[in-house]
């Protein structure tokens, strides 16, 4: 690889890293609420935890959490990256000669890379191949957050979920998690960068000051988390359904066990706190990320 794209891993690892430091017990008391354990509430899930297993409750599973997001961040950020630049190529080069073309008897199809979006194109790119590289630490972390006292450290789970499922139980819930994953990564990037570009332009303006990348990448987050909400719901019942002996087949069938038992408002339950979660986590990685990107690759001087 590049230097570029070494630096921009590395920017990705170390803003994901920050980021997790700072919002751990924001992410223990959403995955609690997304899955239905304890309080429905904010305040009830804070007070559950602290009282069962005091303040250090909170940063349960942070330890597999820190491992998981280095890796994940870097990954997805630097494939965001990649893809993205290789897309605007693709465009500009295609945009500049003759189209491929391909000839079936009296029809000829031309194919064009105009309408596609390399952000949205890339955003996605970044989600999937982030998820498959990184899906067996995001088992490990939920098991630790929502069962602690069946995985009370990170080299017990680790044994107990390879003796009940093998390798393939670290990708329980591949799927589910793809399929989630693909609306809300697109959303998510195409979101920033259009606002980004958009903001930029208004104000004749090379690039965001800090507050600004934190209240786009908050914003950005938000409308991600809202539309694929759902299906982060129904992912999080797949993957710790078996915890509870009652483990949907599927995606659809997960979302239909949460609509009979708890009608549709049952899709977003723990809506708010994964919005009290997802928007400052977006805002600041998007800020940290920004930031180490000025310091690993400075903006070169030019016209705006």
Not at 109 to 120: C, D, G, K, T
Not at 263 to 287: D, E, F, Q
Request: proline content about 6%; hydrophobic content about 45%; glycine content about 10%.
């Amino acid at each position: 690889m590049k230097v570029r794209e070494v630096r921009e891993f590395l920017s990705g690892a170390l803003a994901g890293a920050m980021t997790k430091a700072v919002l751990a017990p924001l992410e223990t008391i959403r995955t609690r609420m997304v899955v239905g354990v304890g309080s429905k509430n904010i305040s009830g899930s804070f007070i559950e935890v602290i009282e069962q297993q005091g303040w250090q409750g909170l940063w349960a599973g942070n330890g597999i959490n820190m491992l998981r997001i280095i890796p994940t961040q870097a990954i997805e950020l630097g494939t965001f990256e990649c893809v993205k630049r290789a897309m605007t190529t693709a465009q500009e080069k295609w945009s500049q000669e003759e189209c491929p073309k391909v000839q079936i008897g009296p029809l000829s199809l031309s194919f064009s890379l105009s309408w596609i979006s390399p952000v949205a194109v890339a955003g996605a790119a970044a989600g999937v191949v982030s998820t498959l590289a990184c899906h067996p630490l995001e088992v490990l972390k939920d098991r630790l957050t929502v069962s602690h006292d069946v995985y009370p450290s990170l080299s017990i789970a680790i044994s107990k979920i390879y003796k009940e499922g093998g390798i393939g139980a670290f990708y329980a819930g591949i799927s589910p998690t793809l399929i989630g994953m693909l609306p809300y990564s697109t959303c998510y990037y195409f979101m920033y960068e259009t606002l980004k570009k958009k903001y930029c332009n208004s104000k004749n303006k090379r690039s965001l000051n800090r507050p600004e990348m934190l209240a786009l990448g908050a914003l950005a987050g938000f409308t991600a988390s809202t539309i694929s909400f759902p299906l982060e719901v129904a992912r999080k019942r797949l993957m710790v359904g078996a915890l509870q002996g009652k483990c949907p087949p599927h995606m659809a069938a997960a979302l239909a066990e949460v609509i009979r038992e708890e009608g549709l408002m049952g899709l977003y339950r723990g809506w708010g706190a994964s919005c009290l979660k997802v928007m400052p986590s977006s805002g600041i990685t998007w800020m940290f990320y920004e930031a180490w990107k000025d310091i690993l690759l400075p903006l070169k001087p030019g016209p705006i």
